[in-house]
């Protein structure tokens, strides 16, 4: 184990959250960010909430504050208005739904002027939850604009951060409002922490990561780390391509992510991450069956593959074949992984301790590029080990096939998640880390 892993490791151990109080002072007025960006669908004139699980892991600190009297103020964004108010981006429908699973009426604001929000919290009954409109429809939310966070601060007595999936954001919500309130940790924000604390630092071994996706970009540092971690990790979708470039294949038009401008600026490449990965891990091996060595870091052997990802057939590619000479026709696309990594992956599967899945095995919205996605989602969820998944796509993945109950740990919060098995100090998760001492107010007014 590196030293860099060492330190990082520490890091999550020692971490000690400000957990929420067992009693607080009578009229208590609680802010609590929540996570509230869930799919909406036009059904008639109306806007309705297709998913609730975000609603649902809210529940358990939403009726902890009530139990104990306080007035709940919820904030919350949903999609990217852009500072401006846009009403397809309500959460007006998210109040609706929130009111059902709750049992309770959840009040809603739909003021976006905090002066009016203000007298609006004020004319509420004690005990009321109200549900603010989307925090994004405020210029100062992604700029975390200072004033802004003061008056939003002066709504309430104490700060609840239940938004684990928005902690990587350095926004007014996040960050600017706990340092001028008592802040704590909700119960679903603790519960991810322990969560990927455990994966960090105590799996069950084996311990197998699976990273797919599309982009690389986001899962760099993610990968890079739990590389060291792991026992094992499997690469599919676009993410796969840049290993298999790195390792000289070729991959003819398969999707390779365009490089940000500010990695690009700063000599970064994926395709060069890919292989110094591959470098740095090729003395490592795994055995497979007690005695055949396997890489550490596995790619596909085979792909699936076809001219574009809406075609309705496709051809199995031995990229193993490839030094045969055999030319490969430049229009094609490796959209999938093919049977051999398929049946690979799921042997590696079955016998791991801990699982770590991350981003689908190909473009798993078209057939017959799901074979893979749904494949490893079987299998992992036929596993003795202890399963942990990520990442939205990854979560309709196991939806549509009717395997949600059968994962240990269902994660939505997706870039967050993977900065923090990064190692990285999430800046949402730092105002409720018992001696962070950026609180003004240490106490309840």
Same mark, same amino acid.
């Given at each position: 184990?590196?030293v860099?892993?060492i330190?990082?490791?520490?890091?999550?151990?020692f971490?000690?959250?400000?957990?929420?109080?067992?009693?607080?002072?009578?009229?208590?007025?609680?802010?609590?960010?929540?996570?509230? #960006?869930?799919?909406?669908?036009?059904?008639?004139?109306?806007?309705? /909430?297709?998913?609730?699980?975000?609603l649902?892991?809210?529940?358990?600190?939403?009726?902890?504050?009530? #139990?104990? #009297?306080?007035?709940?103020?919820l904030?919350?964004?949903?999609?990217?208005?852009?500072?401006?108010?846009?009403?397809?981006?309500?959460?007006?429908?998210? *109040?609706?739904?929130?009111?059902?699973?709750? %049992?309770k009426?959840?009040?809603?604001?739909?003021?976006?002027?905090?002066?009016?929000?203000?007298?609006?919290?004020?004319?509420?009954?004690?005990?009321?939850?109200?549900?603010?409109?989307?925090?994004?429809?405020?210029?100062?939310?992604?700029?975390?604009?200072?004033?802004?966070?003061?008056?939003?601060?002066?709504?309430?007595?104490i700060?609840? !951060?239940?938004?684990?999936?928005?902690?990587?954001?350095?926004?007014?919500?996040?960050?600017?409002?706990?340092?001028?309130?008592?802040?704590?940790?909700?119960?679903?924000?603790?519960?991810e922490?322990?969560?990927?604390?455990?994966?960090?630092?105590?799996p069950?071994?084996?311990?197998?990561?699976?990273?797919?996706?599309?982009?690389?970009? %986001?899962?760099?540092?993610? /990968?890079?780390?739990?590389?060291?971690?792991?026992?094992?990790v499997?690469?599919?979708?676009?993410? *796969?391509?840049?290993?298999?470039?790195?390792?000289?294949?070729?991959?003819?038009?398969?999707?390779?992510?365009?490089?940000?401008?500010?990695?690009?600026?700063?000599?970064?490449n994926?395709?060069?991450?890919?292989?110094?990965?591959? @470098?740095k891990?090729?003395?490592?091996r795994?055995?497979?069956?007690?005695?055949?060595?396997l890489?550490?870091?596995?790619?596909?052997?085979?792909?699936?593959?076809?001219?574009?990802?809406?075609?309705?057939?496709?051809?199995? /590619?031995?990229?193993?074949?490839? @030094?045969?000479?055999?030319?490969?026709?430049?229009?094609?696309?490796?959209? !999938?992984i $093919?049977?051999?990594?398929?049946?690979?992956?799921?042997?590696?599967?079955?016998?791991?301790?801990?699982?770590?899945?991350?981003?689908?095995?190909?473009?798993? @919205?078209?057939?017959?590029?799901?074979?893979?996605?749904?494949?490893?989602?079987?299998?992992?969820?036929?596993?003795?080990?202890?399963?942990?998944?990520?990442?939205? %796509?990854?979560?309709?993945?196991?939806?549509?096939?009717?395997?949600?109950?059968?994962? %240990?740990?269902?994660?939505?919060? $997706?870039?967050?998640?993977?900065?923090?098995?990064?190692?990285?100090t999430?800046?949402?998760?730092?105002?409720?880390?018992?001696?962070?001492?950026?609180?003004?107010?240490n106490?309840?007014?």
């Open positions: 184990m590196t860099s892993v330190q990082i490791l520490c890091k999550v151990v971490m000690k959250l400000r957990l929420l109080p067992s009693k607080l002072p009578t009229g208590t007025k609680a802010l609590v960010r929540v996570d509230y #960006n869930v799919p909406l669908k036009a059904v008639g004139t109306r806007m309705k /909430v297709m998913d609730t699980m975000r649902e892991r809210s529940l358990k600190t939403l009726r902890h504050l009530i #139990n104990l #009297n306080a007035t709940l103020i904030v919350s964004h949903l999609g990217r208005p852009r500072g401006k108010v846009e009403p397809t981006l309500s959460l007006r429908p998210v *109040a609706t739904a929130l009111s059902k699973l709750i %049992d009426k959840v009040v809603f604001c739909k003021e976006t002027q905090i002066e009016k929000i203000a007298q609006f919290v004020e004319k509420q009954a004690l005990g009321s939850i109200i549900l603010l409109e989307n925090i994004r429809f405020f210029d100062g939310e992604k700029k975390n604009d200072p004033e802004l966070a003061k008056q939003f601060a002066k709504l309430a007595d700060y609840v !951060d239940e938004a684990f999936s928005a902690a990587h954001r350095s926004h007014m919500s996040i960050v600017g409002i706990p340092k001028h309130l008592p802040a704590y940790a909700g119960f679903g924000l603790e519960n922490v322990q969560v990927l604390d455990q994966l960090m630092t105590k069950k071994r084996p311990m197998v990561v699976i990273v797919g996706g599309a982009k690389i970009s %986001d899962k760099v540092a993610a /990968v890079e780390h739990l590389a060291n971690i792991a026992n094992v499997l690469v599919g979708g676009g993410v *796969a391509n840049n290993f298999l470039a790195a390792d000289g294949y070729d991959i003819a038009n398969s999707y390779l992510q365009d490089i940000p401008a500010d990695m690009k600026k700063a000599g970064k994926f395709v060069n991450f890919a292989g110094k990965l591959i @470098e891990t090729k003395t490592e795994v055995l497979k069956d007690n005695y055949i060595p890489p550490k870091i596995i790619y596909p052997t085979d792909v699936e593959a076809a001219p574009s990802p809406t075609a309705n057939t496709s051809q199995t /590619v031995e990229l193993v074949g490839q @030094e045969s000479g055999e030319k490969l026709s430049s229009k094609l696309m490796y959209l !999938d $093919g049977p051999k990594t398929i049946r690979l992956f799921k042997e590696i599967i079955l016998s791991a301790g801990t699982i770590f899945w991350n981003g689908p095995m190909g473009v798993y @919205e078209h057939e017959p590029f799901d074979r893979g996605s749904k494949e490893i989602a079987k299998a992992i969820a036929k596993s003795s080990a202890t399963t942990i998944i990520g990442g939205g %796509d990854t979560i309709t993945i196991i939806n549509s096939l009717g395997l949600t109950n059968r994962f %240990d740990y269902i994660s939505a919060a $997706g870039g967050a998640a993977l900065d923090f098995l990064a190692g990285k999430l800046p949402g998760i730092k105002p409720v880390v018992v001696g962070c001492g950026k609180c003004k107010k106490k309840i007014k």
